[in-house]
């Protein structure tokens, strides 16, 4: 006979405790400990027998795991290379991203091929899920639809005539079963039912996708209590104003992490975007002072960004500081850097800086491109016109060389930009394309130096303004023969 016993689960970190108390002693949250019940499967604490296991080695026949390709192509490749059978994945992010259009859009064009497949709404009623798909204009797919959120009932019609290729279940949030007291969306209701539908996809080969919401702090809830159990973790982001999203791999058994889809919000649905850096670029017919264009990476993908500066004089006792689409700290440090060694003092002026297109960037490769439209816009000269960027900065001032620099001047040249100034050096050589112009920078007074010499007169007229500034700032660290280049 079973025993049942209670335990007390934090609902913001899954810890679990033998004792109430107000404060989660593991993440430190308040309020967050709950009282759930659970079955001890081992009883009176009898150990049962085991069987034997066969012991293998490493080597063998590795066989690739078959895939099942969606068609939609962005999807594909964040999976890496298409849905496996018997896997789960999990596909996070914030309410209205997106997550359930792209899934319905992703059974939809697989049922085109065949299989079976299956959505389970647990959110919306079928009426709604019938109209979105209206809307898609897939409403004649193959797909079977319940709007169900009782697992034993889900499980019992799954199990019922051939196993679905792909079960689509929107959300696990939502999910419950009556083994388990507690609500819907508790770490222990997520747990259970989330468990016992990857035994049954494992089981009989189905590729399981759930959906689960990010809670404020930025973690699926249910929080990280599941994303351990699947396979395969998708992030689905993008910036509500923006059009665009990405969907971001950041676990997957079954291929590469870090690679990304790219899809864009249209009337009819999320569209893949066949050449993502153009999205997020502004024009660049003229160029502005505090404009850089970062030729970053995202996975094995090449993707140019703009980054924008605005350095104001400051009213302020302490100067703004605001950061959209990087890290606030790497924005500290860089200015940091760009004072100690280069002489540019920014401590009176508010400093604004933007990643165009609703982007996050989390590479430091970013940080010469960053510096360039700080200094840019500090001076009022712009970069030289079609030019990208990439490098990172030390806090000794030295401009480091990053991976994937022939990656980066390749998506460049493919693009139509002339000139690239980049951290060169070590092991990372780069020839720079026939088309372009290639001007390596090994410390940061270098750029600085090279934006200076810029010289605002010879700029657009509004570059006269940061002529005083010019003066004001002007490194003490690069030699007066540099600056005159
Ligand atoms: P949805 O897939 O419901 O988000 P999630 O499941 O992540 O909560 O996306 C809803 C948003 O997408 C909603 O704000 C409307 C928008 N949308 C479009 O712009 N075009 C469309 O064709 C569809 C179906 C939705
Ligand atoms: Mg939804």
Request: aromatic share 4%.
């Amino acid at each position: 006979m079973a025993k049942v016993t209670s335990k007390f689960v934090c609902q913001a970190c899954g810890a679990e405790t033998r004792k109430w108390s107000g404060k989660c002693e593991s993440c430190g949250e308040w309020n967050s400990i709950s009282e759930e019940a659970v079955t001890s499967a081992l009883g009176g604490g009898v150990a049962p027998k085991g069987r034997r296991i066969t012991l293998t080695g490493l080597k063998g026949e590795a066989e690739a795991p078959p895939r099942l390709a969606t068609g939609i192509g962005e999807l594909d490749r964040v999976t890496g290379g298409g849905l496996v059978p018997g896997s789960a994945l999990l596909v996070g992010g914030d309410p209205g991203i997106g997550k359930s259009t792209i899934l319905l859009q992703a059974v939809a064009s697989l049922s085109k091929a065949g299989p079976r497949v299956v959505y389970i709404s647990g959110e919306e009623s079928i009426a709604q899920v019938r109209l979105r798909a209206e809307r898609l204009g897939i409403a004649d797919a193959d797909v079977l639809l319940a709007a169900e959120t009782n697992v034993p009932d889900i499980l019992a019609t799954l199990s019922d005539g051939p196993a679905p290729a792909v079960v689509v279940i929107d959300s696990i949030q939502t999910l419950w079963t009556p083994a388990i007291e507690s609500a819907p969306g508790t770490v222990s209701q997520v747990r259970a039912t989330s468990e016992a539908l990857i035994r049954f996809a494992k089981q009989r080969s189905t590729c399981l996708i759930f959906v689960g919401h990010v809670t404020k702090e930025g973690q699926i809830a249910g929080p990280k209590v599941i994303e351990h159990m699947v396979d395969t973790v998708l992030y689905f982001e993008g910036e509500r104003g923006h059009q665009f999203r990405i969907l971001r791999a950041v676990k997957n058994r079954f291929g590469a992490t870090d690679e990304i889809g790219v899809f864009e919000m249209s009337d009819g649905g999320l569209r893949e975007v066949e050449n993502p850096s153009a999205l997020f670029m502004g024009e660049r017919d003229d160029p502005a002072p505090g404009s850089a264009v970062f030729a970053g990476m995202e996975g094995t993908r090449p993707l140019l960004v703009e980054v924008q500066a605005l350095v104001a004089p400051s009213a302020l006792g302490t100067p703004r500081r605001a950061v959209v689409g990087w890290e606030a700290s790497r924005l500290s440090m860089v200015l940091a850097v760009l004072e100690a060694h280069c002489g540019v003092v920014m401590a009176g002026h508010d400093v604004y800086l933007n990643v165009a297109g609703g982007m996050k960037v989390r590479e430091p490769a970013a940080d010469l491109a960053v510096a360039a439209a700080l200094v840019s816009s500090l001076t009022g000269a712009p970069l030289p016109r079609n030019s990208v960027l990439f490098g990172e900065i030390s806090l000794s001032g030295a401009a480091r060389p990053v991976t994937h620099g022939q990656a980066r001047l390749k998506e460049a040249a493919k693009l139509g930009f002339e000139h690239a100034i980049f951290a060169q050096g070590g092991s990372q050589q780069v020839t720079i394309p026939g088309e372009m112009t290639g001007r390596p920078v090994s410390n940061l007074a270098d750029l600085v130096a090279m934006i200076a010499a810029q010289s605002p007169s010879q700029g657009p007229p509004q570059a006269q303004v940061g002529e005083d500034v010019l003066h004001e700032f002007m490194p003490s660290s690069v030699p007066e023969a540099q600056l005159a280049q």
